[in-house]
């Protein structure tokens, strides 16, 4: 496992996990603000009776608390501070979705795989941008946009097939949850490598997907 940076204690009611500190509409707003990622409010967990659930109100959601509040939710995302502030005073509890296939791609992989391709490519100097891990057992590489085509290609480089190993490319028309969004009572998304001046300019998908899909292979070769 991750050792993941220490969370600092809110309080939160019985049954919902804690949280960072620092309201959802601050981290929104810093996304939109420094990043300059355009940022979407989602759903949101309630607690009531004694049982946690998502604002959606769906009984299997298999989300909770983060994922979009509507299906055309691709016109309602923004880039602009200004527009989030107003965004989140509406629904300060609004789960931050950040939009792909815009400013960033994501690769996503399990956690065994992202921890074993983050250590390859620290050890063999590879630029990386932020990365995120959810409580899901999953991690968001990030990448610049555009790339999204070329990955399939890149897996075949490796000698594995695009459709055998668990490595997703999520480019235009899809989001990931955004730290620090909660996924029902399992925890929080967070930052394994934080968005910071060093990381701004993203790596190209041609640089992390040789790491990615080799430490997928390995993970697949494990399990066979």
């Excluded at 490519?121 to 610049?144: D, H, I, S, W």
Aim: charged share 20%; net charge neutral.
């Amino acid at each position: 496992m991750i050792n993941v940076e220490e969370k600092i204690s809110v309080t939160s009611a019985p049954g919902v996990p804690r949280q960072r500190s620092g309201s959802m509409l601050d981290h929104a707003v810093q996304y939109a603000e420094e990043r300059h990622w355009d940022v979407l409010p989602g759903t949101w967990l309630e607690y009531a009776d004694g049982v946690t659930r998502c604002s959606c109100d769906l009984d299997a959601c298999d989300a909770p608390g983060a994922h979009a509040t509507r299906a055309n939710w691709v016109g309602h995302a923004t880039g602009s501070a200004t527009s989030a502030r107003r965004m989140w005073a509406k629904e300060p509890r609004a789960s931050v979705l950040l939009p792909t296939g815009r400013t960033f791609d994501v690769l996503e992989v399990s956690e065994a795989a992202g921890c074993l391709a983050l250590a390859r490519m620290e050890r063999m100097g590879t630029g990386l941008g932020p990365v995120a891990a959810t409580p899901l057992g999953r991690m968001y590489f990030f990448a610049l946009p555009g790339g999204a085509a070329k990955v399939p290609d890149l897996v075949r480089q490796q000698g594995w097939s695009p459709e055998l190993i668990d490595l997703v490319v999520r480019g235009e028309g899809t989001y990931v949850p955004a730290p620090p969004t909660r996924i029902g009572t399992r925890g929080s998304v967070h930052w394994v490598r934080r968005p910071t001046e060093a990381n701004r300019w993203l790596p190209d998908v041609d640089e992390l997907t040789p790491h990615l899909a080799y430490a997928c292979g390995q993970e697949r070769r494990n399990r066979l």
